[in-house]
């Protein structure tokens, strides 16, 4: 969705440990090129994207999820997703912090989309100029 509609925003927090979801609609899209081949690696998203309300959302449209969120092979290889815990550097005395390595190394960040878009805007102002009701 969002490599088709420039105007939408990306959270692009960092990650927490929180796994992203999809609605039925976007079930089985890749999050970043909307690709519905080779799911590869598990999204996760970040603590303020799945806090309250938001807990168990879509990561692409914000509706109910019911499955979850997967990055296609490409973005993985692209290394457009968040990666696996980072490896350990050998101990140095010299630095002795040189060890505390964080959980995920983040790449991209939250792949949360953010604002609505020009496109569900301008359909919720049409629809309440004309008096549509949804169904």
Not at 76 to 93: C, R
Not at 98 to 124: A, E, H, M, W, Y
């Amino acid at each position: 969705m969002a490599k088709h509609h420039p105007d939408l925003i990306f959270c692009r927090k960092q990650a927490g440990v929180a796994i992203g979801r999809l609605c039925e609609k976007c079930d089985g899209k890749c999050v970043i090129c909307d690709s519905y081949v080779r799911p590869c690696t598990l999204v996760r998203i970040c603590d303020e994207c799945n806090y309250g309300s938001y807990q168990g959302r879509c990561v692409i449209c914000g509706g109910p999820g019911v499955s979850d969120a997967y990055y296609c092979k490409e973005c993985t290889i692209q290394e457009k997703d968040v990666s696996l815990p980072a490896p350990k550097p050998p101990f140095n005395p010299m630095k002795p912090f040189s060890r505390l390595c964080s959980v995920f190394l983040q790449r991209d960040g939250c792949p949360k989309i953010v604002n609505l878009g020009s496109s569900k805007t301008d359909l919720f102002y049409e629809r309440k100029k004309y008096g549509f009701k949804k169904r």
